[in-house]
């Protein structure tokens, strides 16, 4: 999860995640060269009381700085491009959770079991234990096995909210009266935090999200367990 001292984007839990990362340092690298050269074409020209008479009107110039920004916008958009049909392609998920958003909380059910469905409600602070995190943890975490295709179909039951798991990767509205989709894949045990991201209302900045990705065999224990209650 982030912290206090992260200066780029969460380590990615996913292989979404981990392709995204890739990109935003591939796109980061490529401002980075632009903002230098033009940098220190703008110094040359301020500091220098010569100017080249190609430099301010000639077509070979103005051809080289027409073409070479299209070359950079194809290094961009191919890999971006790529990642958006990967974002939205569901290959055969092996388990389906519904979520819906209310004001202010999160319900969760698993669809391909019986009877599974409950509350995700933030801890309030006087009941905080010393290993939760402040207007992070939930009362009611969804637990989900790693490496295993997740689908998520998220709604809401008032108003627009965001269902957002930044090591993930996944941002998706929850709309009233539509049901949106999405997919993911945890690549590792632990807890992934996250939060609601519209604006929804007076406690908006209090909806948190906490997954609990364990291995598949302890899933099933907890799946039987929660079945029996």
Same mark, same amino acid.
């Given at each position: 999860? *982030?912290?206090?001292?992260?200066?780029?984007?969460?380590?990615?839990? $996913?292989?979404?995640?981990?392709? &995204?990362?890739?990109?935003? @340092?591939? *796109?980061?690298? =490529?401002?980075?060269?632009?903002?230098?050269? =033009?940098?220190?074409?703008?110094?040359?020209?301020?500091?220098?009381?010569?100017?080249?008479?190609?430099?301010?009107?000639?077509?070979?110039?103005?051809?080289?700085?027409? =073409?070479?920004? *299209?070359?950079?916008?194809?290094?961009?958009?191919?890999?971006?491009?790529?990642?958006?049909?990967?974002?939205?392609?569901? %290959? %055969?998920?092996? &388990?389906?959770?519904?979520?819906?958003?209310?004001?202010w909380y999160w319900s969760y059910e698993? #669809? @391909?079991?019986?009877?599974?469905?409950? @509350? $995700?409600?933030?801890? !309030?602070?006087?009941?905080?234990?010393?290993?939760?995190?402040?207007?992070?943890?939930?009362? /009611? +975490?969804?637990?989900?096995?790693?490496?295993?295709?997740?689908?998520?179909?998220?709604t809401a039951a008032d108003v627009i909210? #965001?269902?957002?798991?930044?090591?993930?990767?996944?941002?998706?509205?929850?709309? !009233?009266? +539509?049901? %949106?989709?999405? /997919?993911?894949?945890?690549? +590792?045990?632990?807890?992934?935090?996250?939060?609601?991201?519209?604006?929804?209302?007076?406690?908006? $900045?209090?909806?948190?999200?906490?997954?609990?990705?364990? #291995? !598949?065999?302890?899933?099933?224990?907890?799946?039987?367990?929660?079945?029996?209650?």
């Open positions: 999860m *982030a912290t206090w001292k992260t200066l780029l984007i969460q380590d990615g839990s $996913s292989p979404l995640m981990e392709q &995204l990362a890739f990109f935003h @340092d591939h *796109a980061l690298l =490529v401002l980075t060269i632009i903002t230098i050269l =033009v940098g220190q074409l703008m110094i040359s020209l301020f500091f220098n009381k010569y100017i080249h008479r190609y430099l301010l009107e000639g077509q070979l110039i103005e051809i080289i700085w027409t =073409v070479l920004p *299209a070359i950079t916008l194809i290094f961009i958009a191919l890999p971006s491009l790529r990642l958006i049909y990967i974002l939205d392609e569901t %290959n %055969n998920p092996l &388990l389906t959770i519904k979520t819906i958003g209310h004001q698993y #669809s @391909d079991f019986k009877n599974i469905e409950f @509350d $995700s409600y933030m801890i !309030p602070i006087n009941e905080l234990k010393s290993w939760n995190f402040r207007l992070l943890d939930v009362d /009611n +975490r969804i637990t989900i096995p790693f490496k295993t295709q997740i689908r998520m179909l998220v909210h #965001s269902w957002t798991i930044p090591s993930l990767g996944v941002k998706i509205d929850a709309t !009233p009266g +539509r049901l %949106n989709q999405t /997919n993911f894949m945890s690549n +590792r045990t632990g807890l992934l935090y996250g939060q609601c991201s519209e604006i929804c209302g007076a406690n908006h $900045s209090f909806m948190p999200i906490v997954i609990e990705s364990i #291995s !598949p065999e302890f899933f099933i224990k907890w799946i039987n367990k929660i079945i029996q209650l």
